[in-house]
């Protein structure tokens, strides 16, 4: 199995940037198709952006398209979410997660439920 673990985030004010990582141990993330969630406090823990682990085909949630990047190193096993233009509402702790099954969809990836491991998340806070 692979064990996840989130760095990079932090406090930051509304348009600015940070960039998250998801450092993986135990198995390579190559072998898994790969996850960013988030969650506010009093919410659910929503989708926020997938890359498959072949193909590298991406998937974001429509509050990420055009601000926020996933990329995966294989070199360095690990999962970066690139995130710009920052607002209060992206404030959430932020979860990566790996998905072991071989077939995906664009619609198994935003579900949480189909990640099998997860790391246990990073505190982004936006103010504003």
């Known amino acids: 199995q692979v064990q996840l673990v989130e760095s990079g985030g932090g406090l930051v004010q509304t348009g600015g940037s940070l960039r998250l990582s998801c450092a993986a141990s135990?198995?390579?993330?190559?072998?898994?198709?790969m996850g960013w969630f988030r969650q506010a406090p009093g919410k659910e823990r929503e989708f926020v952006a997938s890359i498959t682990r072949s193909s590298g085909v991406r998937y974001y949630a429509d509050s990420a398209k055009g601000r926020f990047t996933i990329s995966r190193d294989n070199a360095k096993n690990t999962v970066y979410l690139q995130m710009n233009s920052l607002k209060p509402e992206d404030t959430a702790v932020y979860y990566c997660?790996?998905?072991?099954?071989?077939?995906?969809?664009?619609?198994?990836?935003?579900?949480?439920?189909?990640?099998?491991?997860w790391g246990q998340g990073t505190q982004v806070t936006v103010s504003s």
């Open positions: 997660a790996a998905d072991s099954n071989t077939y995906y969809s664009s619609m198994t990836l935003t579900v949480k439920e189909s990640y099998d491991y």
């Open positions: 135990g198995r390579t993330v190559s072998n898994y198709h």
